[in-house]
């Protein structure tokens, strides 16, 4: 028999539950017809279905798991790179902030305002002067 993939345990749990619930739902349902060793019976055989439900659900986590392995060791690949780039991507967020103070000096300019000019230079330096995260 092939491996069961974690949808096929899945789907396996959904149907053994709705067994369980349909062998319970005929035990309960017609309870005065049965003896005390059938209901017994009925009962055993419920929860031995009922576990087989965690079982597979288990199992179908497990298989989820498994697949993952795969995709955490991308993930430790991607880090690593992701680390590796950080002061490119520092360095990119320094010239963003200083474009943008760059540009907030001129429209300043624009606007002929000294004071938000002198403000906006203020921000400018401050910009330019910031260490970048890495450098601290």
Do not use: C
């Not at 709705?18 to 062998?23: A, F, T, V, W, Y």
């Not at 992701?82 to 300019?109: D, W």
């Amino acid at each position: 028999m092939p491996e069961l993939t974690s949808g096929q345990a899945k789907d396996l749990a959904r149907q053994f539950l709705s067994l369980g619930q349909s062998i319970n739902k005929y035990r309960i349902d017609n309870w005065d017809n049965q003896t005390s060793e059938e209901r017994k019976i009925l009962s055993d055989l419920h929860w031995k279905i009922i576990n087989y439900v965690d079982d597979f659900t288990s199992l179908s986590t497990t298989l989820i798991l498994e697949d993952a392995e795969g995709d955490l060791e991308n993930l430790q690949t991607v880090t690593t790179d992701i680390k590796k780039s950080v002061h490119r991507i520092e360095m990119v967020q320094k010239v963003i902030n200083v474009a943008a103070a760059v540009v907030a000096v001129g429209a300043a300019i624009v606007a002929r305002d000294p004071k938000t000019i002198g403000k906006e230079m203020i921000g400018l330096s401050k910009a330019w002067n910031e260490d970048l995260p890495s450098d601290k």
